[in-house]
């Protein structure tokens, strides 16, 4: 069964630290996914990668970096914590040449 | 830049049909998406359309028309268990990301 994991369902943390998001996928993908998701906004895209050590911007990638060292892992990095990133994380992956992404089960974030 | 707008909320009663438009404005298009998302739930892919027309998959369809930047989710049947967040979603490039709309709530009542 397609499985992605994330670290953590939920983590608060204080404003100014850093902050690391796991993502972890089981079927072979290429392609990694981070997004935010906030009531009435929809989820938007953040950063995404097709390959290992690949990375691109996505819609919102201010204040944000990623790393992708293994091709079963990204990682999502808020360099110094903010109150307005407080939000829920939704990891994803695909597999090239399909069109469906697989969710993992979220993040909710909160900064203080 | 791209953007969708869909319906923030349809209501509708068990058994009855119902549709979620999704009109969108994109530099570049290769397909339209929809997911299902439960309250506190992952999203979950249900179709994606490519080319003009209806595509079913069960009580499900989803139809595209690449003319009218529009596309819509049609429901049949509907249950209690389909009470959740629609969301459209825009493949605009040769890469697989997705542009999401911000969700249509459906509340399926008795």
């Known amino acids: 069964d397609v499985k992605v994991t994330q670290s953590s369902r939920y983590l608060v943390k204080r404003t100014g630290e850093k902050v690391f998001l796991e993502c972890v996928q089981d079927m072979d993908h290429e392609n990694m996914f981070w997004y935010r998701q906030d009531p009435g906004l929809g989820l938007r895209l953040i950063y995404f990668s097709y390959d290992v050590k690949m990375k691109e911007k996505g819609d919102i990638p201010e204040g944000y970096s990623v790393s992708r060292e293994k091709k079963e892992r990204f990682s999502l990095i808020l360099e110094s914590a903010s109150t307005n990133q407080t939000s829920m994380y939704l990891c994803?992956?695909?597999?090239?040449?399909?069109?469906?992404?697989?969710f993992g089960p979220g993040t909710r974030l909160t900064v203080t | 830049g791209q953007s969708l707008e869909q319906p923030s909320e349809v209501t509708a009663v068990e058994g009855a049909i119902v549709q979620i438009n999704c009109t969108y404005q994109?530099?570049?298009?290769?397909?339209l998406s929809w997911y299902q998302q439960h309250d506190g739930g992952a999203p979950t892919f249900l179709s994606y359309n490519a080319l003009d027309g209806l595509e079913e998959t069960g009580r499900f369809s989803s139809f595209l028309s690449r003319s009218d930047s529009y596309g819509y989710l049609l429901l049949q049947e509907l249950q209690m268990k389909d009470s959740a967040s629609y969301f459209c979603?825009?493949?605009?490039?040769?890469?697989?990301?997705?542009?999401f709309g911000k969700g249509t709530m459906l509340l399926v009542s008795p």
């Open positions: 994803a992956s695909s597999s090239v040449g399909t069109e469906e992404q697989y």
């Open positions: 979603a825009v493949r605009g490039s040769g890469y697989s990301t997705l542009t």
């Open positions: 994109t530099s570049g298009f290769y397909g």
